[in-house]
């Protein structure tokens, strides 16, 4: 139960006389039931993995809304990576704005300054707020997401792609089903669901990488179940994670990728 193992340690207990540490409790790392390993397609990644093998730099652009903005998940990332490879040169661009919907990104020129080194890995992170608009057009939707996907490999052909799917929110005015909710108040919205379910079709599609972070978070309910224990590791609004819950997105993230890029037979 993600409610249970949320409570993590590092903090100390103080009494009058005497300081006891709690004791350590691993943090959840749920299992993707739609992407084996948490990706999907990651073949799609082999320009990034070959890119960590080699002995140059290393530049990885995300571009995304207020989960990139707020520098958290890329930041674990990072230095995660950093540490892996210690001694290489592994930069992450977070460019992420507040409110961002991939129409952001279509709308974004040029996508790159002039003269900037291009990256070895460019990771899409929309689809929070576009699962918030109840008059979204699924359609609509998914041809701009082909369309862009398209566009960055034109820019950036050596490039490889990552999609973040999109992952658990919630709203709070009612009708919700979660056992840890007994007012009922928190549910996702219906087309949040449609925006991955689109997202995961031209991902297979185009042979895209995806990372399913619905999954990893815990599915149903995780958004809520996270707001939980002493610890949270999203904030009450049930959208955003808290400092402690992006840098564990960030490790779940790191340690798909490493999976994926050891399977492929990488250092």
Known sequence: ?????????GLALASSAVAQERPWTPLPSPVSATCPGGLCQPEGLDRFFTALDGSGPVRVVQFGDSHTAG?????SLLWRLQGRFEGREIGISARGVVGATLSGLAAREPLFAPGETRPDLIVVAYGVNEGFDDALQPQAYEALLRG???????????????ILGAPEAMRGDGGGTCADDPERRWKA????AVVRDVQHRVAADMGVALWDWRGR????????ALTLGDTPLMRGDHVHFTHAG?????????ADL????DRRGGR
């Open 189 to 192: 919205p219906a087309m949040l």
């Open 71 to 75: 520098g958290d998940i890329t930041g």
């Open 246 to 254: 992006g840098d564990w997105i960030g490790s779940l993230l790191f």
């Open 148 to 162: 862009q996907v398209v566009r960055l490999r034109t820019a950036v052909p050596q490039a490889a792609l990552l």
């Open 258 to 261: 490493m999976a994926a890029h």
């Open 217 to 224: 978070m815990g599915g149903d309910c995780s958004a809520h």
């Open 1 to 9: 139960m993600i409610r249970a193992l949320a409570l993590f340690a």
